[in-house]
């Protein structure tokens, strides 16, 4: 079953996911709980840094960037032109606000990710998704946008939440041997789902796709997978979220558009 193919009847249709998902709604709350002390976003920066590699001169384009999180590190690791986009005016707002208070000389836009209709003909040697593909419905669009901003021979670094272990309805669980454990029933069913956690990022929807659809999508964009990140929980998320010790809570891969 296909994402599109689970939606609701009354789906008022892709252009008004961000609505849907609320994103504008969260932004001062998401602000406070990425700033400061997440586990989850401090190991993904960590992969997105290592799967990126050496930056230094790099021009980089951060899509759907939220807040800037992902952003600053990318310009603080020695990026040379940075770019971050998305959709929510919110976001932005709050990621310009930070750029004002500590210039990393970072640009900041509202554009959509499957479009990018602001950086027409503006090419990249890296573009970046940290935590946002799987909230974007239109997984095909977004890796052509991909595809279309990258240089010959760019790459593209992408992180998500880990499909196997992340999945709808996934909970952890003692396993056993007395340590916790994800216990996943239904993997293999693509869907829009919510969180029932009020306190949770997922409550504004996530697109649940299995890794083969990412890695197909992928292939299909023209982006060849060079290779991937399945690393355990850093000390803070361990700390948090001791489950993520033993079971990715992370996907991530680097892709690279094939040479001019």
Known sequence: MTPEASKPADWPGIADWARIADWAGIADWYDRLVSGASGPHEHAIAITLRLAGDIRGASVLDLACGQGIATRALASAGAGAVTGVDLSAEMIAHARRYEAAEPLGIRYLVDDARSLSS??????DLVTCQLALMDIPDLPAVLAGVARALRPRGAFVVVIGHPCFLAPGAQTVTGQDGMPARVV???LTECFWRSQNPEGVRRVGNHHRTLSTYLNALREAGLRLDRADESPAGDLLAAQNAVYQRIPIF?????VKAGG
Do not use: V
Not at 119 to 124: A, D, H, I, P, V
Not at 251 to 255: H, I, Q
């Open 119 to 124: 950086l027409t003909g503006e090419l990249f």
């Open 185 to 187: 029933g239904d993997y």
């Open 251 to 255: 996907f991530g891969c680097l892709a």
